[in-house]
């Protein structure tokens, strides 16, 4: 495959996630970047970024299903799971 120097962050996604008509469905995963953490030390502070706000917010729409509309009592209901998945934390959710 070809791959050019600068490639957006959707179009290697897509590289990712196509599959040759020998490739068995349930050995494709979709590409999921690893959520950064900051270091311990700067994990006391009580202030988040507006960087890891944007990442936990882009994280629970990734994982909301979106189907339908949601009432504010399922999204709630949701980033529980979220949390008891470990998909987010706690202080995240409640932030």
Not at 24 to 40: D, S, Y
Not at 63 to 73: A, D, F, G, K, V
Request: proline share 3%.
């Amino acid at each position: 495959a070809i791959s050019r120097a600068k490639q957006t962050v959707t179009a290697i996604k897509r590289q990712q996630e196509l599959k040759d008509e020998y490739s068995a469905v349930q050995l494709v995963t979709p590409f999921q970047k690893p959520i950064v953490k900051r270091p311990a030390f700067m994990q006391r502070e009580k202030t988040i970024t507006s960087a890891e706000k944007g990442t936990i917010i882009h994280t629970a729409m990734q994982h909301l299903t979106m189907n339908r509309r949601l009432t504010l009592i399922e999204i709630e209901e949701e980033l529980e799971k979220m949390v008891e998945k470990e998909i987010l934390s706690k202080e995240e959710v409640e932030r």
